[in-house]
């Protein structure tokens, strides 16, 4: 492996950092600059793909660097239209690590985890991380598999294998994004800003109903106000939406709606599930099932989601 | 002022030099007066300013936060949070233990009905849930949270790798315990981070089929090396195998699946009730804590070695060492015997032990003097008023 391909497939680590720096490149320069015009172009397809939830992991063989430079404009740009588009960005960049990490060598991710994030990895077949390392990711992924008290733990460390490291690492990649910080853009990025704000929007309009929380049990408020500042929700999560909503009344059009904000919103696979859930009368997870999940915020009472309502 | 909170301050001007809090310029404090108002988003210059304080304003409850702030006194969203340490609240309460609770009492509000022991989930009477209870806090009460903090400290040490010269430990002044981890990378962690450490601890929604795998040869436990609630939970259960209820066929089977790692073949009966007992025995082999104290950073908790203000006793700091011996009816008495008070019994008191002397059993209407740390844990426990001296 090169390491400019290593650049392209992550271009949030450390070392292309450090790279920026030396190259000294400013934000005037990304925006401005003739030399980037080809960055800018690449930042604005990341954003695009982020929105309309397009799949395209080509890869700038021929200058790597450009993959750089465009996701930082892009970040850039996200962080500026607000938090629903930066968390769209976030998954897009997470789910591309993702796959294009596919083939990376174990060293290589073991170098992004300690470089980058900051985490402390040993072992080779057999891998131990860190704890707090471990739950700063594993905490946002769904599934008994990322609870810790289903881990094995070992003198401040977690055992996980390869392609765990990898999904690790993309959580990592979404965090980061998401603490892109909101800075005044120069003119050019400025305008990208504006067309990727109401290209967004205009996705937006086609909901039709505000839904109403009325007196749902915490976890579902909180799992509505997650999905309304556009974070991503693990597939349990959504489950539990779909399931309680339906549940409580609301018409799939409506649930539909509202998932209308996910950052990797596709609206064929999305309303096939919903329609999946509703023909088949799934019920909502119980309370034990929630809090296995991660998905129970609070002790409030309830003996199960619909108690009361 | 009144006689409590004369006795209160007294307590600050002798004992202020054992309070103790580090890094109070960052700290929020919050404090209960006397009449029960509440004064919170305080911050000290300087643990001087805050021992000065407690002398001059004795307070019925004294708590800090466990997080450290950039502004301790803005508005809670606007604090600034740097790190928090952890906390881990072990209170007997939680157990629903009968021989801790023989002598709390417990009062439906709805009809009225009264009793005595564990508090009944519902009114056995009415049916109502809203019951309010007064507990009472006896040597088992004790022992039982002891038990539950050697474990934690275990576990703290040996599997999350925390230096145990950061685990701090210290006598509620009530019903149990507090455990903070002061300093290392879990104080950094988030209020989800919080709760996955928790439900590790406590073993709670263990799910054995993460780690247990079936492969062409049955059931098996993957992979070595083990270590986390599943090793916990093996071990557990290899010890007490010969008690649990599982059909006699199935103990040598299992015997060999736990003790020597053999896979082995169940059918989905025997499977369930496996599964089962693995759930079972990894609760049992967690940690009693209140996870929702943990997971919450912006918690406030009593400041070490400040009086507890529904006992009048002393929320001692103690070494692991100390803890194991540490009796609170002898060593954590705040209050002095001098002056002896004359109190009126309102609700039944049950015999009890402080400072090696015994007093009660005592019935409502009776009325006594005793010395002044005996009259004013009745006093502050509800069930004794002070009489006019």
Same mark, same amino acid.
């Given at each position: 492996?090169?390491?400019?391909?290593?650049?392209?497939?992550?271009?949030f680590?450390r070392?292309?950092a450090?790279?920026?720096?030396?190259?000294?490149?400013?934000?005037?320069?990304?925006?401005?600059?003739?030399?980037?015009?080809?960055?800018?172009?690449?930042?604005?397809?990341?954003?695009?793909?982020?929105?309309?939830?397009?799949?395209?992991?080509?890869?700038?063989?021929?200058?790597?660097?450009?993959?750089?430079?465009?996701?930082?404009?892009?970040?850039?740009?996200?962080?500026?239209?607000?938090?629903?588009?930066?968390?769209?960005?976030a998954?897009?960049?997470?789910?591309?690590?993702? +796959?294009?990490?596919?083939?990376? /060598? !174990?060293? $290589?991710?073991k &170098?992004i985890a300690t470089e980058t994030f900051d985490l402390s990895i040993e072992?080779?077949?057999?891998l131990w991380i860190d704890i707090p390392g471990f739950l700063r990711a594993s905490c946002h992924i769904?599934?008994?598999?990322w609870r810790l008290v289903?881990r094995?733990v070992r003198k401040g460390k977690v055992m996980i294998?390869?392609?765990e490291l990898?999904r690790l690492l993309a959580e990592y990649v979404r965090i980061g994004v998401m603490e892109t910080p +909101?800075?005044?853009?120069?003119? /050019? !990025?400025? $305008?990208?800003? &504006?067309?990727?704000?109401?290209?967004?929007?205009?996705?937006?309009?086609?909901?039709?109903?505000?839904?109403?929380?009325?007196?749902?049990?915490?976890?579902?408020?909180?799992?509505?106000?997650?999905?309304?500042?556009?974070e991503?929700?693990?597939?349990?999560?959504?489950?539990?939406?779909?399931?309680?909503?339906?549940?409580?009344?609301?018409?799939?059009?409506?649930?539909?709606?509202?998932?209308?904000?996910?950052?990797?919103?596709?609206?064929?696979?999305?309303?096939?599930?919903?329609?999946?859930?509703?023909?088949?009368?799934?019920?909502?997870?119980?309370?034990?099932?929630?809090?296995?999940?991660g998905?129970?915020p609070?002790?409030?009472?309830?003996?199960?989601?619909?108690?009361?309502? | 002022?009144?006689?409590?909170?004369?006795?209160?301050?007294?307590?600050?001007?002798?004992?202020?030099?054992?309070?103790?809090v580090s890094d109070v310029p960052k700290r929020e404090?919050?404090?209960?007066?006397?009449?029960?108002?509440?004064?919170?988003?305080?911050s000290?210059?300087?643990?001087?300013?805050?021992?000065?304080?407690?002398?001059?304003?004795?307070?019925?409850?004294?708590y800090y936060s466990v997080s450290l702030y950039t502004n301790p006194?803005a508005?809670m969203d606007e604090k600034g949070m740097i790190r928090a340490e952890l906390l881990f609240d072990?209170?007997?309460?939680?157990?629903?233990?009968?021989?801790?609770?023989?002598?709390?009492?417990?009062?439906?509000?709805?009809?009225?009905?009264?009793?005595?022991?564990?508090?009944?989930?519902?009114?056995?009477?009415?049916?109502?849930?809203?019951?309010?209870?007064?507990?009472?806090?006896?040597?088992?009460?004790?022992?039982?949270?002891?038990?539950?903090?050697?474990?934690l400290v275990?576990i703290l040490s040996s599997e999350l790798d925390v230096d145990i010269r950061k685990i701090a430990i210290s006598?509620?002044?009530?019903?149990?315990?507090h455990v903070r981890v002061t300093e290392g990378p879990l104080t950094t962690l988030g209020r989800n981070e919080r709760r996955e450490i928790c439900f590790f601890i406590m073993?709670?929604?263990?799910?054995?089929?993460?780690?247990?795998?079936?492969?062409?040869?049955?059931?098996?436990?993957?992979?070595?090396?083990?270590?986390g609630?599943?090793?916990?939970?093996?071990?557990?259960?290899?010890?007490?195998?010969?008690?649990?209820?599982?059909?006699?066929?199935?103990?040598?089977?299992?015997?060999?699946?736990?003790?020597?790692?053999?896979?082995?073949?169940?059918?989905?009966?025997?499977?369930?009730?496996?599964?089962?007992?693995?759930?079972?025995?990894?609760?049992?082999?967690?940690v009693?804590i209140d996870w929702m104290v943990t997971m919450d950073t912006g918690r406030l908790t009593?400041?070490p070695?400040?009086?507890?203000?529904?006992?009048?006793?002393?929320?001692?700091?103690?070494?692991?060492?100390?803890?194991?011996?540490?009796?609170?009816?002898?060593?954590?008495?705040?209050?002095?015997?001098?002056?002896?008070?004359?109190?009126?019994?309102?609700?039944?008191?049950?015999?009890?032990?402080?400072?090696?002397?015994?007093?009660?059993?005592?019935?409502?209407?009776?009325?006594?003097?005793?010395?002044?740390?005996?009259?004013?844990?009745?006093?502050?426990?509800?069930?004794?008023?002070?009489?006019?001296?």
């Open positions: 492996m090169q390491d400019s391909n290593i650049l392209a497939i992550a271009p680590s070392k292309a450090e790279i920026l720096e030396e190259q000294g490149v400013t934000i005037e320069d990304l925006a401005l600059d003739p030399l980037f015009e080809r960055a800018r172009l690449m930042a604005k397809e990341r954003l695009l793909n982020a929105i309309i939830g397009k799949h395209d992991w080509i890869i700038d063989r021929a200058n790597p660097m450009n993959e750089v430079y465009s996701f930082v404009a892009a970040k850039l740009i996200a962080a500026s239209v607000g938090r629903s588009v930066l968390s769209r960005l998954v897009y960049e997470s789910k591309r690590f993702s +796959k294009l990490s596919e083939d990376l /060598p !174990l060293d $290589r991710l &170098e072992g080779g077949e057999v769904g599934g008994v598999k289903n094995i294998d390869k392609t990898r +909101k800075i005044e853009l120069p003119d /050019p !990025l400025k $305008r990208t800003a &504006e067309e990727i704000s109401l290209l967004y929007k205009a996705r937006m309009r086609r909901r039709t109903k505000k839904p109403k929380k009325g007196d749902f049990p915490p976890c579902i408020r909180t799992l509505i106000d997650r999905l309304r500042r556009g991503n929700l693990t597939h349990q999560a959504r489950f539990t939406l779909a399931t309680f909503l339906l549940k409580v009344g609301w018409n799939e059009e409506q649930v539909l709606d509202l998932f209308r904000n996910l950052p990797d919103f596709n609206e064929k696979i999305t309303s096939y599930q919903i329609s999946h859930i509703a023909k088949k009368k799934y019920m909502p997870p119980n309370c034990d099932t929630m809090r296995s999940w998905l129970c609070e002790e409030c009472g309830r003996k199960y989601m619909l108690e009361g309502l | 002022m009144t006689l409590i909170e004369g006795l209160f301050g007294l307590y600050y001007q002798h004992m202020a030099k054992t309070i103790y404090f919050m404090f209960m007066t006397f009449d029960r108002t509440v004064r919170r988003h305080i000290f210059r300087n643990l001087e300013d805050l021992r000065r304080y407690l002398i001059t304003d004795p307070p019925l409850h004294a006194t508005p072990i209170d007997s309460t939680d157990f629903n233990d009968e021989v801790c609770e023989k002598d709390s009492l417990w009062r439906c509000k709805e009809c009225g009905n009264s009793g005595k022991g564990v508090r009944p989930r519902r009114c056995p009477k009415c049916g109502s849930d809203r019951l309010e209870v007064n507990h009472w806090l006896n040597e088992r009460c004790i022992e039982l949270a002891k038990v539950e903090v050697r474990r275990d006598y509620t002044g009530n019903r149990g315990f073993g709670r929604d263990f799910d054995p089929f993460s780690l247990i795998q079936i492969t062409g040869d049955g059931m098996a436990v993957l992979p070595s090396p083990v270590g609630v599943l090793s916990r939970t093996i071990k557990f259960m290899l010890t007490n195998l010969d008690n649990m209820k599982l059909p006699k066929s199935l103990k040598p089977k299992l015997k060999a699946f736990l003790g020597e790692g053999k896979p082995i073949r169940l059918n989905s009966r025997e499977r369930k009730l496996v599964i089962d007992k693995f759930k079972e025995a990894a609760s049992k082999t967690g009693r009593r400041i070695n400040s009086l507890h203000g529904k006992t009048g006793f002393r929320a001692l700091s103690l070494t692991f060492d100390e803890c194991l011996l540490f009796n609170p009816f002898t060593d954590a008495i705040g209050l002095p015997p001098e002056p002896e008070v004359p109190v009126r019994i309102t609700l039944e008191v049950p015999k009890f032990h402080l400072k090696e002397e015994s007093f009660g059993p005592f019935k409502p209407g009776e009325e006594i003097r005793l010395p002044g740390y005996a009259g004013i844990f009745l006093v502050l426990r509800d069930r004794a008023q002070l009489l006019g001296s």
